[in-house]
């Protein structure tokens, strides 16, 4: 089937007329994270999940330092600018002259220097920098990114929210104001911490990796009711657990970047076998289980392919039997309190 007779839904984003569509791309894997990707393939992987419908498009500094955001640009240029919506983040400024420095985590990407900088003018600078490498005069999701835990640590986390709330949401909130960008949100490994931001400030949405997904929803206690109460419409990454809701519990399946342990390998063994016996692909169940939940406005997705992009555009709109979710409740897999997919 052709990609663009694809039926991609669209939904609000939270309380706003915004409409997104239910698969967004995700442009960490464009900064070379996993491994050096052919300038070619990048441009042609973004193009297609364009095409397809997925254009709700998510980047950062942080991706491969910058070469993400230049790669949509590069995209962009072909494509249009209109026929996107555009995310990026603050929290990080490029320092083209400091050399990368270790610990990036990227395999590749531009020789830029990145530091922290949640300040107000900070923020500013990033977003004046992203706009130069995309090529736009224009964002239509911002984020506040990396205010967590797992980023800073326990020392200085109370130091970064503060310094996020005083700078960076003062300078997204007056954009906002100002028109010159649609929606301000967080994005975070943590629940807790978008809760915690949710309180705090006056947001949009929030793009949350992680933590609601087919194998565990630690943020549907508390923050996700949150975020309905507040209108915050809801993008979620990560939910593949780092890839073994994809892969299945084979040897070496990743869960939280990290090699699964024997629990989480048994559990998703229990898992497939449920969606086995219903003729559903694991990865499928796994993408559209978290769209049940009504604050989930979308699902943002890396990809490294156009054929990668064919695979998750299918399996968004491929047909899951309501006995499967049913059945994944009976056996103790979810939770009895879980929002299903209609």
Not at 87 to 94: C, L
């Amino acid at each position: 089937m052709p990609l663009a007779s694809l039926p991609i839904r669209t939904r609000n984003l939270g309380r706003l007329s915004l409409q997104v569509p239910v698969l967004g791309f995700g442009g960490a894997p464009l900064g070379d994270l996993y491994g050096l990707l052919d300038e070619a393939q990048a441009i042609a992987t973004i193009e297609a999940a364009v095409a397809g419908g997925a254009s709700l498009i998510d980047t950062s500094p942080l991706y491969g330092h910058g070469l993400s955001e230049h790669r949509i640009g590069a995209a962009l240029r072909r494509i249009g600018r209109d026929r996107v919506l555009l995310s990026t983040k603050v929290g990080r400024v490029a320092e083209p002259f400091a050399g990368r420095g270790d610990g990036s985590g990227y395999r590749g990407g531009l020789p830029h220097g990145m530091r922290f900088d949640y300040s107000y003018d900070g923020a500013m600078r990033s977003l004046e920098q992203s706009a130069l490498r995309l090529g736009t005069d224009r964002l239509d999701i911002v984020l506040i990114h990396d205010v967590d835990i797992w980023t800073h640590g326990t020392e200085q986390i109370e130091a970064r929210f503060a310094e996020a709330m005083d700078g960076a949401y003062r300078a997204l909130e007056e954009l906002r104001a100002a028109g010159a960008v649609n929606a301000i949100g967080v994005g975070v490994n943590e629940a807790e911490m978008c809760e915690r931001f949710a309180r705090a400030g006056d947001f949009d949405t929030m793009l949350l990796a992680g933590r609601y997904s087919l194998l565990e929803q630690p943020a549907l206690a508390s923050f996700m009711p949150l975020a309905l109460q507040k209108g915050i419409g809801l993008m979620l990454g990560g939910v593949f657990n780092s890839g073994i809701l994809a892969t299945g519990p084979v040897p070496g399946a990743k869960y939280n970047y990290k090699p699964a342990p024997p629990e989480i390998l048994a559990r998703v063994a229990a898992i497939e076998a449920v969606c086995r016996r219903h003729d559903v692909p694991l990865r499928r169940a796994a993408l559209q289980f978290p769209l049940g939940h009504p604050a989930v406005s979308s699902l943002v997705m890396g990809a490294v392919s156009p054929a990668e992009v064919a695979d998750q555009l299918a399996e968004i709109s491929a047909p899951v039997p309501a006995a499967l979710w049913t059945e994944l409740k009976r056996e103790g897999l979810l939770g009895t309190e879980v929002p299903l997919p209609e």
